[in-house]
């Protein structure tokens, strides 16, 4: 089992900087990919960024250059660092691990934290 908690969200204004951390535990591998996800209301949830190593990272056009995932593989954690925030990052937060263990798929989710974008 895999369990995921995120933290580091809260109200900034538009310019401003957030960063969140999602901390993994359980039986998870450096190598397994990790990314965040964010779900505003009344849209479907949809990739941020993601993760597998420090050499691999994907990005939505939307946040591309704005924010910055990273992995700290030993600690199993994956930070979000969000610039340059707008209100339509407003949305809640989620951090994701998919697991690939004697061929089957597995993916994990945390709770979310809420980001508020807010003048």
């Known amino acids: 089992q895999v369990q995921l908690v995120e933290s580091g969200g809260g109200l900034v204004q538009p310019g401003g900087s957030l960063r969140l951390s999602c901390a993994a535990s359980g039986s998870i591998f450096r190598s397994d990919p990790m990314g965040w996800y964010r779900q505003a209301p009344g849209k479907e949830r949809e990739l941020v960024a993601d993760?597998?190593?420090?050499?691999?990272?994907n990005y939505a056009d939307s946040v591309k250059g704005r924010f910055i995932i990273s992995r700290d593989g030993a600690r199993n954690t994956v930070d979000l660092q969000m610039n340059s925030l707008k209100p339509e990052d407003t949305a809640v937060y989620y951090c994701?691990?998919?697991?690939?263990?004697?061929?089957?798929?597995?993916?994990?989710w945390g709770q979310g934290t809420q980001v508020t974008v807010s003048p």
């Open positions: 994701n691990a998919i697991l690939w263990r004697g061929g089957a798929r597995r993916i994990y």
């Open positions: 993760i597998t190593t420090s050499a691999t990272t």
